[in-house]
């Protein structure tokens, strides 16, 4: 008898779309693996939703919509057109909500308001929306604790390439006394080309944005928020404290010219854009700068489009993660893990 | 009011110490983070135990022992001379056995004896004793599972370097298609150092010996036959099927030259002694040998007596994990680690 998860799922754009087609291709194998049935129960996106009655959607159907990039809105027999998220989260019938809405670093919004209707209703969330976790950590908190339910983050905080996880899980009982990430493939891409290829950072940008690694305005990568964004939520949960964004100092790649990339090169060390932060006498810092590695630190080597981070113990050593999937299909990955941990393992 | 978790610590050498050692000095953080009271209730070595009443073991005291090398049975007003590991498995009321008796790849004696009386009395095995788990792994799950007690085996598989957690935690709902290790730190002290220095094999291993890394006898590391255990033990935990070691194609590094090492280099490669496992088809085949890897190879940066393994995932990409300090401090932080993640997370 397998257990029976089930989920809303919120934004039907890239990563949601590579949610639902996940569930549809792994549905049999987390079955036979896991003992877990796991229905999507609704689908909620900007013009209206798709709401089971009972027995979860029809993957195959919403895994040929996703497929066609149709809206959710249009999945025969369940579609509602107009349909809101808000009414949606209060009215289905799920264990989990999964938050795949874009992240807005301004007011967090669509996505906070989402994620407090699941949390009242005593619904884990898991989520790929960096904005509500960086804006509002503490209201979060506070509406799981009341209800009971947890927030599970690892789809925002680098998608498949595992940081919260091994901060919380692997390095138990140890310290953690600083970490260091490459978080952003966009910027790491970029530099990783000047270095290689002498491009100029305009050609390495250009080249970025024509193969989709960087998107049209990919600002919030290259000028080191989406790092920040990143950083701030994994200190915020493997530290005793809570950062805002603005407390951290925060440089870009904007400015690093290809005199930069080759000097660094004569010294053996190569310029990569690190997010960093450290736990000292009771006092977290973080910062976001363009630094100088030498070519046997354990990021130096951590290439193009991949991520990876360091933490450093102090009873484990240092323990490096790189890697990781930079895809929506990455993202789904890591929303399908969270699921996983929060219900099932 | 803290939760109060009970241990039976068996093996009073360089690694039961130092978790002695590592539970005295964490004892108040590990109540203040996790809101566990950690107790010592017996510990027993060759030639007799010590066993509290209530309370666990008086810490400082046992630190001190510890630190002095002296014999567990002379711990003052609770030591036991003569009383045997079954005896005290069997009469001292604790939820967790800390295993830390030496491995022994014949029978996997005498700890194999002591995770079946703990499991039959239902308690929790957390282990640095590679023996059991790869001479009897079924007979161990067996009791187990009769029991409803777990097996954790983190510090047998590698250590301070997560592998396990990664590959079934980190990584759940992605499909682990292959792992490929550097899984012993005296193997690739001596490769790194014949790569680096053009030292001779018998050079190199002569100066691990000297610096503690090797042991006197170090055939078990350079033969393979560690690596093969490690590859053995986390393979059957990641994959359906249970390997024994006589299956695993099994070479060490005892043939290879600096001529090799030099042809590799000429090359452009670096040769490391690599566990590899494959599931494909149902199908679970693993292998121990030396392998030249590229240079961009996600191992070949591997230091000297660090480790590292590579998780090749259907929907994540490959995860890539390396460091994790080698010493017994790292293995008694790996127990700690499971009996948190058993009884505690």
């Given at each position: ?20 087609r ?10 036979r ?48 057109p ?22 807005n ?7 906070r ?6 949390l009242?209703?005593g ?8 904005g509500p ?12 604790r ?20 091994v ?29 290689e ?17 960087a ?30 964004l ?55 080597s ?10 450093y ?33």
């Amino acid at each position: 008898m397998s257990k029976i998860v089930r989920v809303i799922l919120c934004g039907f754009g890239h990563v949601g779309r590579a949610f639902a087609r996940l569930i549809e291709t792994k549905h049999a194998d987390l079955e036979r693996r896991y003992g877990v049935d796991l229905r999507i129960q609704a689908v909620v996106d900007i013009h209206g939703a798709a709401v089971a009655e009972s027995e979860g959607l029809p993957l195959g159907a919403l895994a040929d919509l996703a497929a066609a990039h149709r809206p959710i809105e249009t999945l025969e027999t369940f579609g509602r057109p107009g349909l809101g998220a808000i009414e949606t989260i209060r009215e289905a019938q799920a264990e989990v909500l999964v938050e795949a809405t874009p992240t807005n670093l301004v007011d967090g919004e669509p996505g906070r308001s989402h994620m407090i209707a699941a949390l009242d209703r005593g619904m884990d969330v898991v989520t790929a929306n960096k904005g509500p976790l960086v804006l509002a950590p503490t209201e979060l908190e506070e509406r799981a604790r009341a209800s009971g339910a947890r927030v599970l983050v690892s789809a925002a905080a680098a998608a498949a390439l595992p940081t919260l996880d091994v901060g919380r899980l692997c390095t138990a009982g140890a310290r953690i006394e600083s970490i260091e990430g490459i978080l952003n493939g966009t910027s790491n891409y970029v530099l990783g080309r000047m270095d290689e290829d002498g491009c100029t950072y305009e050609e390495a940008l250009g080249e970025a944005q024509r193969l989709g690694i960087a998107e049209a305005d990919p600002s919030l990568d290259v000028e080191g928020k989406d790092t920040r964004s990143k950083i701030v939520l994994i200190a915020n949960r493997l530290f005793e404290k809570t950062l805002t964004l603005d407390e951290v100092e925060t440089e870009g790649i904007t400015r690093i010219t290809r005199a930069d990339i080759q000097s660094a090169r004569s010294r053996n060390q190569v310029i990569k854009l690190i997010g960093s932060a450290r736990w000292r006498g009771g006092d977290l810092t973080a910062r976001v700068a363009p630094q100088a590695l030498d070519r046997d630190h354990p990021l130096a080597s951590v290439g193009l489009a991949e991520k990876g981070i360091v933490f450093y113990t102090d009873t484990m050593g240092r323990i490096i993660v790189t890697g990781g999937a930079s895809s929506p299909t990455g993202a789904a990955a890591a929303l399908l893990k969270d699921i996983l941990n929060a219900r099932v393992l």
